[in-house]
């Protein structure tokens, strides 16, 4: 499996930018697809966004399009999130997962490896 950690999370004010980063290791990493996750208190974790192995197919969820940027480095084995004109609805819980899927997918049951999580508040 590969062992992730995620950080970059912290307090922004709405509009502003964070910048998510979830280090990788163990298994080959430019093998998997990665993902974005969120979690917000009292609901359902939810996809945000992916990228295939080699970072040529991206996949978002509508809430974030054209304001989130999912990339990855596959020499640094780093995945990134880039929120721009982040909402208050953003705030959650931002988890980053590994698929082993050949085909870039969103579905969670098909993420095998999760990190740990970081937070981002988005104050109004």
């Known amino acids: 499996q590969v062992q992730l950690v995620e950080s970059g999370g912290g307090l922004v004010q709405a509009g502003g930018s964070l910048r998510l980063s979830c280090a990788a290791s163990?298994?080959?990493?430019?093998?998997?697809?990665m993902g974005w996750f969120r979690q917000a208190p009292g609901k359902d974790r939810e996809f945000v966004a992916a990228?295939?192995?080699?970072?040529?197919?991206?996949y978002y969820a509508d809430s974030v399009k054209g304001r989130f940027t999912i990339s990855r480095d596959n020499v640094k084995n780093t995945v990134y999130l880039q929120m721009n004109s982040l909402k208050p609805e953003d705030t959650a819980v931002y988890y980053c997962?590994?698929?082993?899927?050949?085909?870039?997918?969103?579905?969670?049951?098909?993420?095998?490896?999760w990190g740990q999580g970081t937070q981002v508040t988005v104050s109004s």
């Open positions: 990228t295939s192995r080699s970072g040529g197919k991206i």
């Open positions: 997962a590994a698929s082993s899927r050949v085909a870039l997918t969103t579905n969670i049951a098909d993420f095998n490896s």
């Open positions: 163990g298994r080959t990493f430019s093998g998997a697809g």
